[in-house]
Every structure is written in C-alpha cells, then in structure tokens.
C-alpha cells in the first residue's frame, strides 16, 4: 500500500516540477527578450527542482532518498525565500534566519507562510497550505513517534504533493490563471 | 508613501500596451501615455525597433510608431506572465 | 550586486540541506572492528558489545546496533526525552551530567569514555521508528548512560539515529 502511496505522490511532484519549471522557462524567455530581473525565474527554477526532489525521495531508497527529502525542504525554503526578496521586502527574511537552526522543515514552513502573506488569489492559499504541511512533517516526524507520526507524515506529504501540484497547474496552464 | 519607480519591464510593458490602444502615434504622444519622459523612452524605443516589436514609419518629418503581430505577441505574453506574477505578489519581471 | 549575494545566499541554503543529510546519514557500523578495538583496550573491561546487543533488541534489529566508535547522530533531529517523547530543540548530541552539572561532549569523547569506563549501564533504551520511507533512517534510539569511572559516576543521554531494517 505504502508503495502506492509513494508512486503517486511522485507522480504528482512531477507534475508539480513540470508546472514550476514550465513557469521559469516563460520568465527566463521574457527575460531574454525584454531584458529585467530573472529572479523570479530562480525562485520558480528552485521550487521545481525541490519537487524533482521530492520525487526522487519518495521512490528511491537510502542515503539518496534521505538527501532528497531534506532537500525538498531546503530547495523549497530558498524559492519562497526568493519570491519574498523579489518584493523587495528582503527585511521579511531576516525572522526566517531564526527557523533556520531548528531545521529546514521548519524554515521551509516559515518561509512559505511569510511568503503566501504578501500573494493573492489561489497562490496565497495553496502557497499557506504548503507551508502548514512542512510543519506536519516535522511534527509527524519527531514529536510523534511510532505509527501516529508515519500516517501524519504520508497525510501530511500527500498534501504537499497535491498543493504544488495544483498550484503549478493552476498557473502554468496555457490561459495563465 | 508613493509608487515605486517602474521596471524597466513594466516601461515596456506600458509602451506595448499604449502602441496597442493606439496605431501609428507619434513618440512624443506615446511618452505621454506611457507616463515617461521622452529623453528616457527614446533608447527603450529604439531598441524595441531593434528587436522588431515596434514598427517607426516615416511620414514626412513626424515619425509614426505601431506595434508589429511580433509585438503583439510578445504583449500577450506579457499580459498572462503579469497575471501570474501579480497572484505571487510580484510586479512584472 | 546586492541581487547576486542574495541569490547566493539562497543558492547556499538550497544546497545545505542535502549536503547536510548527505553527511549525516548514519553509515553501518563495523562491529567485528569495533570488538577488536574494545578488546585491545587494556585492562578495561568490555561493556560496548553486550550493549550493542541490548540496543540491538531494544531496536528489535538484533546484531545491527548502532553504536559505533563514532555515533552519528543527526542534528536536527536530536533531542531531549520528556516523558518517553523526544522533544527539539536539542542540547546537542550528548549531554553529561557529573553531580549537578551538566555539558555537552562530542560524540568522540563518549566513545572514549565508553573505553574507560569500569562499568556501563544502559538503561531508558527506547526506539522510535519515524520515516516510512525505504531506506531513509526509519529508526531513532534513545537512551542513557551509566558510567563509572574510577569513583566518578557519568550519565549521558543519547537520541541518536539507527539503521534501517533490512528488508
């Protein structure tokens, strides 16, 4: 069962990478062409390569999925992270620096939910929620433990998966949103 | 506390959207729509001439500016990649 | 140039996850090694197999404990027990206590201490199992310490990471 469960929330970080990447790929082209800043490219680049991660984390086995598991946090730490200094309001990163030695669950939450403040529409919800499944991890992983504190993590991730997912559909979709 | 300065993306993306709304006006008209001083649009202009976004027809001694189906494109690109960025709290590139 | 620090500063922090779980990631102990190495320590006497052992069928993975010279615990996972629970932040990888105070040691140092000691008491053995993932580090041991040395009696506690089950 767990195997299932593995596939598709694999399968949906897929999506989700495809989504964010598809995402960086128009503004890195719009870029080119009219010259600016690529940094939302970067952050848009970072949170694809944090689903990648996620994917390779939840299929493969090991050192290599225990690496990409931290990494999906870290990857997707620094893309909230960059979308809130495209803003200009790089001073919203400084309470992150604080999560950073409790971990990057935690830093990935804080810096999703920082982040989802400043957004609207759609982005602003899915960005929260995504950022509230980075703290179910870290409480299903280490103040639960035993069964309770695996089936939070599988929810918990699950939720995660379908959150990016939906939110890189949403907005790579060809009409925009 | 006021408006930021504009990007230089978002000057262009002004200019396009003004050369949409209107064919074939003159510079000093198109600095006034796009909010800009002329001295400050004439390089941008010249290099979207370049580009091939912005067609400059000569008409006796008043130069005409009108967007090419290049520009037009590039317009709607824009348009979306905004929408995109304004949900994620951004202003264009 | 302001931009470009901060993109690489994020670039940084991207990449310090994984390069840190890389590191971490307990790695199989060789205990043929380790007995030899405890053997050859003179005139002590030779607590560290018979507690691998008892980690070993605390943690259900009997032959397959974790302690090795060098524990590794992972950093940001380590913590305190409050009421059987681990709970973060954590006072660090171990925490000795002499009488009534108390400091954080390296991991090496223990491994020292392990050696020297006349006795050792392992007790408050517990075994948490965390990611469901295959093969990421599914198990986390906690435990304490008794050590006497010479007329010295040191406790330590310990949440530390496992191997995986084989499967």
Known sequence: MSSTVEIVVSALDLLGAAGFAYIALRLA????????????????????????????????????????????????????????????????????????????????????????????????????????????????????????????????????????????????????? | MGRQRRSRSEIIFDILEALSVEEGIPPTRLATIANLPYDRLQPILWELVEKGLVEASKNGRSTRLSLTPKGFRLLKELRRIKKILLDFGLDIL | MRRTIMLAVLLALALAGPMAAYAVYPSEPNLPRLSREISQTAGGPRPLPSLVESMGHAASYRGRGFIAGEPRPLWFQRGVLVAGKPVIPAPGPWVIRTGNSSRVIPSRDVA???????????????????????GAVSVLIAMKLRLTLGSTVVELRWLGAALPPRR
């Open chain 1, 29 to 177: 082209s719009l870029t080119l062409r009219i010259g600016g800043e690529p940094k939302a490219s970067w952050a848009f680049s970072l949170l694809a390569a944090a689903q990648i991660l996620a994917s390779l984390a939840a299929i493969s086995g090991g050192r290599l999925s225990y690496t990409a598991y931290v990494a999906t946090a870290s990857f997707s730490a620094a893309g909230f992270a960059m979308l809130t200094a495209c803003r200009e309001r790089q001073y919203a990163l400084i309470p992150l620096a604080l999560a950073l030695p409790l971990g990057f669950d935690l830093l990935a939450a804080a810096t999703a939910i920082v982040a989802s403040m400043g957004f609207r529409g759609p982005a602003r919800t899915l960005v929260a929620g995504i950022g509230v499944t980075f703290l179910v991890r870290t409480v299903g992983l280490v103040l639960l433990p035993g069964p309770t504190g695996e089936v939070l993590l599988a929810i918990g991730e699950s939720l995660r998966s379908m959150g990016a997912a939906m939110l890189a559909v949403l907005y790579a979709a060809p009409q925009g949103r």
């Open chain 3, 112 to 134: 020292i201490l392990l050696h020297r000691s006349r006795s050792v008491e392992a007790w408050g053995v517990k075994a948490y199992i965390y990611l469901p993932r295959r």
